[in-house]
């Protein structure tokens, strides 16, 4: 279960202040894949980094039951002078699984070679982000938070991502950031919009998708 509470956020940013969270009350269930749309801009990554506890709200508070990862596909996360091999390690250390296993796993879903065993400051953007799923992937969590990383890679990597997202979800929940609403569809079950820092909540994912495409038609014919 993850529930925002009041929850709050905003940045000020050339003289004018973008809300993220308006005082946001919304449980969200357990066990669920709910993808997360917005337009660019809407605060979505933030609002991943609030529910992991990575960035503060203003006020009010998130509070959640069960394990949940680290956002997925968001910069940052991994030592940059450490290897690959050498961060999954140390991440598997903090959560207390299996090293050997994790490596394993890692080494042989994401497809890095020999860049494995290289520091990870020589990596592309895309490497780093499927080093970060195949780590996500690798260690069982309640809810994963994912974002636009299954997009990562060619045709063959991004369908063995799905394939592995919709295993996990067989026992798990997960929130996903994703501008594809094709995508969407295609993994998650309910769905939610950022819109103006008011979180939309759908069971049906269909209804969700029509949601945000209907406020972009209305964004695009106010420009």
Request: charged share 20%; net charge neutral.
């Amino acid at each position: 279960m993850i529930r925002l509470e009041n929850l709050n956020k905003r940045f000020h940013f050339r003289g004018r202040d973008k809300v993220v969270a308006d005082n946001l009350n919304i449980t969200l269930p357990s066990g669920v894949a709910i993808g997360l749309l917005g337009r660019n801009g809407a605060g979505k990554s933030t609002l991943l980094r609030m529910i992991a506890g990575t960035v503060l709200p203003d006020s009010g508070r998130v509070r959640t039951t069960g394990t949940i990862s680290w956002p997925v596909g968001l910069a940052g996360g991994f030592h940059p002078d450490l290897t690959g091999a050498q961060n999954v390690r140390f991440i598997a250390r903090i959560y207390g699984v299996d090293t050997d296993e994790l490596l394993d796993f890692v080494a042989h879903f994401a497809e890095l070679g020999i860049h494995f065993h290289q520091p990870v400051r020589t990596y592309s953007s895309g490497m780093r982000a499927r080093l970060g799923f195949g780590v996500s992937m690798g260690i069982p969590f309640d809810t994963y938070l994912v974002d636009e990383v299954t997009s990562v890679g060619d045709a063959n990597f991004r369908a063995k991502s799905e394939a592995l997202f919709h295993e996990r979800m067989s026992r798990s929940g997960a929130i996903l950031v994703s501008h594809g609403a094709e995508m969407i569809k295609r993994v998650c079950r309910a769905g939610m919009v950022l819109e103006n820092g008011k979180l939309h909540y759908f069971d049906d994912v269909n209804e969700a998708i029509a949601f945000h495409l209907d406020n972009m038609k209305v964004a695009r014919s106010e420009e």
